[in-house]
């Protein structure tokens, strides 16, 4: 084979990404430069050693697809992949994590803060003692897929659930009538609570697994000496990471109110960050402390939601309370309080 056709494909072709590329874009096209993928093809790991660190891929990939620029300077920017300094202002840190946690004023309705995928719990606590939970009054934003999952406010669950079951069961002329009306309303408050308690603890085991995969990667570049993997492996590990970082600057940007120029600009200045600047351990321990403030957040929720399900409890049939207790009372997720 030739050193021509080893050679990395041009990037740019006309204005546009070359279809010959390592490039995807997996943000629903919003944006060239999404998330790197390689292609099952030997060319791109030849003249690579048999094992590699994932710091010398992300090196290599960063080579692949344009020019690294030597001066890295605060006026840094990737012209060939379109991005300027402003754009590389939108995944600044401390700009990310100006759109995931967002205070609250006391005696403001929340929704006059403009947030539209951050959760704030009223009337919880959480116990969680791990670096990144935030205070009860600071929201931290959760993506669109992951937001609904979470109660907000178990007392307004609770009212509406009660309010819901009254209204299927009409009342009757007899006392009798009256109190079981009155009981499978309240019983089915407890249930409520129950199947959001689940609900969380099945969300809170998702953001612990996605957390601790970023902890094994944060050790991959960190270790000395580094640990080496096949190519294809280190590269497996940097899509993973990449996957988690790309959909964290996505619910941020949509938070700060982004438009989708800009949201797209943002993939494309992450590109650079990660794979010509070698940022992936300032990204991941953000990561990590974000994961751990969505936990805070659901523990909150858990606890207020275990609260009404306490209040509420013994209207449910003593033939069915230990099947209940079981699924509220059982901590299927106690790694949560493992230090990231």
Same mark, same amino acid.
């Given at each position: 084979m030739?050193?021509q056709?080893?050679a990395p494909?041009?990037l740019?072709n006309d204005?546009m990404p070359?279809?010959?590329?390592l ?9 060239f430069l999404a998330?790197?993928?390689?292609p ?5 790991y ?6 590699i660190?994932t710091?010398e891929?992300a ?8 020019p690294?620029h ?6 840094y920017?990737?012209?060939e ?5 402003e ?5 600044d840190?401390?700009a990310i994590?100006?759109?995931l ?6 005696g ?5 803060h403009?947030?539209?995928q951050?959760?704030?719990v ?9 670096s ?8 931290v934003?959760?993506?669109e897929d992951?937001y ?6 178990s007392r307004?669950?609770r ?16 006392t009798?009538?009256?109190?079981? =009306? ?7 408050v ?6 959001k308690i689940?609900a969380i603890?099945k969300?809170?085991l998702?953001?612990v ?9 944060m050790r991959?570049?960190?270790?000395q000496?580094p640990v080496?993997?096949l ?6 590990i940097l899509?993973q990471?990449?996957?988690?970082l790309r959909?964290?600057v996505e619910?941020s940007g949509q938070q700060r109110?982004?438009n989708?120029d800009?949201l797209a600009?943002s993939?494309?200045?992450l590109?650079?960050?990660l794979?010509? =600047?070698?940022m992936w351990?300032?990204?991941?321990k953000m990561a990590?402390f974000y994961?751990n403030?969505?936990l805070g957040?659901?523990d ?12 509420h409890r013994h209207?449910i049939?003593?033939?069915e ?9 059982? =901590?299927?997720y106690?790694?949560?309080q493992?230090?990231?």
């Open positions: 030739s050193n056709e080893l494909q041009p740019w204005g070359s279809q010959d590329t490039w995807m874009d997996a943000l629903n096209n919003r944006g998330q790197p993928t390689l099952n093809e030997p060319r791109q030849e003249g690579l050693p048999r094992v660190s710091a891929m090196a290599h990939i960063g080579h692949l697809i344009a690294v030597s001066e890295y300077s605060v006026k920017e990737a012209p992949l379109g991005v300027s300094f754009d590389l202002k939108l995944v840190i401390a994590e100006s759109g946690y967002i205070p609250t004023r006391p403001k309705r929340f929704r006059e403009g947030v539209s951050a959760v704030r009223y009337h919880g606590r959480t116990t969680l003692d791990i990144g939970v935030v205070p009860s009054d600071i929201a934003a959760f993506h992951d609904r999952k979470v109660a907000h406010s307004a669950l009212d509406h659930t009660h309010s819901k079951t009254l209204s299927n069961n009409p009342i009757r002329l007899n009798d009538n009256r109190q079981e =009306r009155e009981r499978k309303s309240t019983s089915s407890a249930k409520q609570m129950t199947s689940a603890d969300l809170a998702e953001i697994e996605r957390r601790d995969g970023l902890r094994i990667d991959s570049f960190r270790s000496p080496r993997y190519p294809s492996n280190a590269a497996e899509r990471a990449d996957t988690e959909r964290i619910v109110k982004l989708p800009q600009s993939q494309r200045a590109t650079v960050n794979y010509q =600047r070698d351990p300032e990204y991941i990590g994961f403030a969505q957040k659901l909150e929720s858990r606890n207020a939601c275990l609260d009404e399900y306490q209040n209207a049939k003593p033939a309370v230990e099947l209940f207790d079981a699924a509220v009372y059982r =901590r299927q106690e790694q949560l493992l230090v990231a």
